[in-house]
């Protein structure tokens, strides 16, 4: 059975910025469910209570009953390590799965431009305090950003993330498989190869799979470049020495100058067999475009799904809207 690439959007936010350490940006939804009921929805969120001044977001979180309305907890989840350079900066798009004895998640770690973007991973017993694991769980020749954790049949896992395999093509869709969640191997070709139309012209940032019997569904989110012509400010990621000359003290709001720079950014699905070989479906998630109204008008991107008592799906969704304020909603599954 697969998913449609039909959902219908729910009115209002999930999450919303509204405190000190999310009042910048709040983007990278990840639901999990609770140990003790309801669920716990964990986002990066960057704001002028970030723990130190060059500090580019971190991981927070928010608990609800009922999967729709939530309610913010304290403090920070995860955050980034500036004695650890490929960790200094950010931590981001976490993705969370049980294990033995708690909980791991996979995350995107930043440093400096000049170092690549990776996969790193941490540990919690309790969904709130979380301790970073020693070492790198994937990387490439850059940028691997976005990972989605999914378990399979026989015990291990495998992590779908966006980035580039080689110096020679234009990225997309990658994955790699574990036996014991910790080191991983990645797998040849791309599951989705990015830039295969004008909707996708900036590449792939977030893919999650959902496996129904025999047939696999992904959803994953794509950037469509600004019209030929447009000028568009230089993103403080791109500076390595953003750290130093105070470009990220401001990083929202250089993030978000560039976010609404022209860009455009969706969320489609795709189909599969075996989860390694995939054909595009349709457009499932597309905001009404700049100057006009709703959450994701300019941006929907790096989402997250959980089954619903019924059997439908709901994906939470970061997205932005025409004032460039990013927020998470939400739709679900026809």
Sequence with gaps: MRISDK?????????????DLDDGKVQAPCIVRRPDGGVRLFYTGIG???????????????????????????????????????????VLAPSI???????????????????????????????????????????AWEDLGGPRYMALPDGGGRLYC??????????????????????????????ITAKQNEYDSGGCTAAEVISIGDEWSMVFSTWQDPPPGTEVP????????????????DFAAASIAVDMAGYRSRIYMAYSSDGLVWNHGGCAIDGAGYDRDGFDAVHAEDMSVIQLDDGRYRMYIAGCDKNGRWSVGSAVSE
């Design 7 to 19: 959902w219908q959007k729910e009115p209002g936010t999930r999450v919303a910025p509204s405190r």
């Design 234 to 249: 230089l993103h403080p990621c791109a500076d390595s020495d953003a750290e130093d000359n105070g470009v990220s003290a």
């Design 48 to 90: 002028s209570g970030k723990p130190f001044p060059n500090c580019q977001g971190y991981i927070l979180s928010a608990v609800s009953d009922d999967g729709v309305t939530f309610e913010k907890e304290p403090g920070i989840r995860l955050m980034p390590q500036p004695d650890v350079l490929h960790m200094s900066l950010r």
């Design 162 to 191: 966006c980035g580039s395999l080689t110096d020679a093509d234009d990225g997309g869709v990658v994955s790699a498989t574990t036996i014991d969640g910790l080191d991983f191997e990645i797998e040849p070709a791309y599951r």
């Design 97 to 139: 799965v049980k294990v033995a004895n708690g909980w791991r998640m996979y995350f995107e770690s930043r440093g400096p431009a000049a170092v690549p973007c990776v996969i790193c991973s941490a540990f919690s017993s309790d969904q709130l305090n979380w301790e970073h694991e020693d070492g790198v769980r994937l990387q």
